[in-house]
């Protein structure tokens, strides 16, 4: 079969830069000397230019900045499970300090009456900190699969990858029985994932995207370039990045496991 020429690469969704650099620090020069002079001036009462302090820049009273739009980490997974547990933050942990993790941080800055600036500085850190319990393994890498919806007519009846962009989920169905469940994200309103009834053409256990030179691992191709298959990136970042039209999904195990499954000419139904 002819190897399909389109492939998919994650694009990010916000690229708001950290907090501003510090202005530079002042320095002396010999602009504040007078000059050196040979002979004594007849006018000595006259004085030597001073030089104009610079003033001392105050210090933000909200400390120093650990976290802001752009980071990632454990550290920021960890900002995430805490803001989740006291109800400011609505969505699995992804280690990645994205809009969303923006607005929580805003939102829980806005009823402790600090600075709503998004970032997390020392002062809400500590905050946060003395409110919330250090998070379980479970609440930081909580299980994946969104709750799933009632699946299309048209993924009732044979094996279908029944895959619903209104709950973001993909069902691996069986003669209308769900035997796996996984979360996924798809393309950008530029590049949307395209809806409808397909099949399964062909699989590639380890493609590599022809046009963006990416890993696609466990592709499963159903339209043109369009591919089911697994994203780092989705695992990293969430639902802040979108695919170039491909349904990505971030639970590498399952998706091991679906491809293990899922043979060439299964359906697939991408609706909502």
Known sequence: MTAATAGCKAQPADSASAA????????????????????????ASS???KATPTPTPKPDPQGTTLMASGSEGKRVRELQARLRQIGHFDRSPTGYYGTVTVA?????QGKRGLSRTG?????????LLGMTHEPTAAELNPPTALPV???????TTGRVLCISKNSR????MIDGRVVSSMDVRFGSQYTPTRKGTFSVYWKSRHHVS???HTAMPYAMFFSGGQAVHYSADFAARGYSGASHGCVNVRDEGKIASLFA?????DKVVVYG
């Open 261 to 265: 499954q899922v043979s060439t000419g």
């Open 149 to 155: 919806t009632k699946p299309d007519k048209r993924c």
């Open 210 to 212: 022809t046009i963006y």
């Open 20 to 43: 501003p650099p510090s202005p530079p620090r002042a320095t002396a020069t010999d602009d504040a000397k007078p000059p050196a002079s040979q002979s004594p001036s007849p006018d």
């Open 104 to 108: 929580a941080v805003q939102s829980f």
């Open 169 to 172: 989920t993909l069902s691996w």
């Open 47 to 49: 004085s030597s230019p």
């Open 119 to 127: 970032r997390t500085d020392t002062v809400t850190w500590q905050k």
